[in-house]
């Protein structure tokens, strides 16, 4: 199953959005389900990053040009290679959304339960939103 996520973090400065395509290997049918594919996923992908490095690192110009329109320009180098403890990272994600630490909406509907059984669909748009905690002081 192919979706495509977006994640915004209320408060950054890059206003803009960009959609990832995921392809999961199970459709979910819950929205735990779905969070726990949508790390695992993640998970994958940062062994892999650990697996490639480059012996060189470069990068073209058309590749600055785009990393400095996101707001940041590096080679994209993993530093600790470590190997994340995926159910450590599951039950982080999901305490995380029972926090109220971002909200998930699922073509343009909220999933605010974690069990409640839902039809996602191939190509279905999938938006995560993150919150920013503020600090300061009361005075």
Known sequence: MRIAVTVKSIGKRKSALSRIPVELAQTPQT?????EA?????????????????IVPYLTEGEVKERAENGKVGFGA????????????LDTAIQAFED??????????EAEALDTPFSLKDEDEVVLI??????GSLW
Request: net charge negative; proline share 2%; charged share 25%.
């Open 100 to 109: 109220g630490l971002y909200r998930v909406f699922i073509s343009d509907e």
């Open 130 to 135: 993150r919150f920013t905690m503020l600090a």
């Open 78 to 89: 993993v530093y600790n290679d470590t190997i994340p403890d995926v159910q450590k990272s």
């Open 38 to 54: 949508l790390v695992e996923w993640n998970i994958r992908g940062l062994v892999e990053k650990q697996q490639n490095i480059s």
């Open 31 to 35: 929205l735990r389900e779905l969070i």
